[in-house]
């Protein structure tokens, strides 16, 4: 079973039942509860929200979901009030009743008429179940049991979507001790919200063509292409189960490219991957950054927080960035040196003068090349090659093709000769 919890009444609902539990925004759990059920449908998925939760903020959460027919189940603790917020006045707070917002009694002709949210739900084709009930004495408590059973039984037999509204006194606004809070009930809240099964039947729902089953490749036609890709580049050894690394600059640097270009080149290699771009509203001169996951496993997040490697092309970056690079980290900074008060970091710094190398080129566009190149050839994350493959379907041009190739090499052959100097082995001519 699954609870889900929005916030209000049932906050705390995790200290209290052992089961899967989910906190959600306020209003938000029919949507919640809808995505789980429909991930786990055999699980048990539970909403238990108070009425300021649903009837107010959740409003078109419930009624959608109920309209919809989702297999969950919906409790509605009703005591007429925002218990956990301060007493004021909810959709269900009855005519001329008092509250922190409402001091005068709510007035129909300022504040409207209560919500009855079972008639309310009763009025759609979908729901299956629809009951309230009160805690105002032990009859009608047991008859809030049975209810509750029933709708739990509903779900669990595969019906459809169930709502069990309950009238129940509020402990701490109402002011009142436990006899006279159910007192209260009985005698101020059943005559306006009347106790009744509202809805009780098997619902036949006709039955619908299941969409085809097509993985994302097919849909864009994308598979015939990347397994071409992945069956020539895929035997490249990865030394790594995860490798992270964030991108930052300026927009208009080519700072979410290059990540994407890492993104594209580790799922041609087989590996899981996964992108997260930011970005200010500013299309250029603005502040960018972006998080690339590389991995052999499952990503659990796309967030990187501490990466492996640090690629900076400006000094707000680095200034900013660089602090969260994990110790014995990488940094790749697109200067030939350091600002002279900048603090020694916990991670290696290569200063590399991408931007220079690459209008020397012939573009100052290919400077985030120059800067992959030397990634790739320092860590040995990725295939070289990947790279190139990779950069010739992105270009068509010519002429841009081959900068960007000479850039890509521009990267690699400087941290050959004024990094790892004396590591060239390879017939290419470079170290890796």
């Known amino acids: 079973a699954i609870f889900v919890s929005p916030v209000g009444c049932s906050v705390f609902a995790y200290y209290y039942f052992d089961v899967g539990n989910v906190q959600v925004a306020h209003g938000r759990a029919p949507a919640c509860a809808t995505a789980l059920k429909r991930s786990c449908p055999d699980k048990i998925v539970i909403s238990y929200q108070g009425d300021g939760d649903l009837a107010a903020i959740g409003t078109a959460e419930i009624v959608h979901a109920a309209n919809r027919g989702e297999k969950i189940t919906v409790f509605f603790v009703n005591n007429a009030i925002y218990g956990m917020t301060g007493g004021q006045m909810a959709p269900t707070t009855l005519v001329g009743q008092k ?10 002709g300022n504040e409207g008429f209560p919500l009855h949210m079972c008639e309310l739900i009763s009025t759609l084709e979908a729901p299956v179940y629809v009951e309230r009930v009160a805690l105002c004495d032990n009859k009608n408590i047991m008859r809030a049991r049975r209810a509750v059973r029933k709708a739990l039984e509903i779900q669990r037999d595969g019906g459809g979507f169930s709502f069990v509204e309950i009238l129940s006194p509020c402990p701490t606004i109402w002011g009142k001790d436990p006899i006279e809070a159910r007192r209260w009930v009985y005698e101020n809240m059943v005559p306006i919200f009347p106790i009744n099964v509202f809805r009780e039947r098997k619902l036949e729902v006709p039955a619908g063509t299941a969409p085809p089953q097509r993985t994302v490749s097919d849909v864009l036609e994308l598979a015939p292409k990347y397994e071409i890709k992945l069956n020539a580049h895929s035997k490249h050894a990865h030394h790594f189960k995860k490798f992270e690394i964030k991108v930052a600059g300026f927009g208009g640097q080519g700072v979410l490219l290059l990540g994407q270009l890492l993104t594209e080149m580790g799922m041609q290699e087989g590996l899981e991957v996964s992108w997260l771009p930011s970005y200010g509203p500013e299309m250029r001169s603005g502040s960018a950054h972006c998080h690339v996951c590389l991995s052999t496993e499952r990503i659990g997040s796309p967030l990187v927080s501490h990466p492996h490697v640090l690629v900076a092309m400006n000094e707000i970056s680095l200034r900013k960035f660089a602090p969260q690079v994990e110790a014995g980290g990488l940094i790749l900074y697109n200067r030939d040196s350091l600002p002279p008060d900048f603090p020694q970091p916990q991670a290696r710094v290569i200063c590399i003068p991408a931007a220079e190398m690459a209008d020397k080129l012939g573009s100052t566009k290919a400077t985030n090349i120059v800067l992959l190149g030397a990634l790739l050839e320092e860590t040995e994350c990725l295939s070289p090659e990947t790279a190139i493959s990779l950069i010739e379907t992105k270009l ?8 960007n190739r000479q850039a890509l090499a521009a990267g ?21």
């Open 396 to 403: 068509k041009r010519v002429e841009l093709l081959e900068i």
């Open 412 to 432: 690699r052959h400087f941290i050959d000769d004024q990094v790892r100097v004396g590591a060239v082995t390879q017939p290419d001519g470079f170290a890796y």
């Open 99 to 108: 509250s922190t917002t409402s001091p005068w009694g709510r007035r129909p």
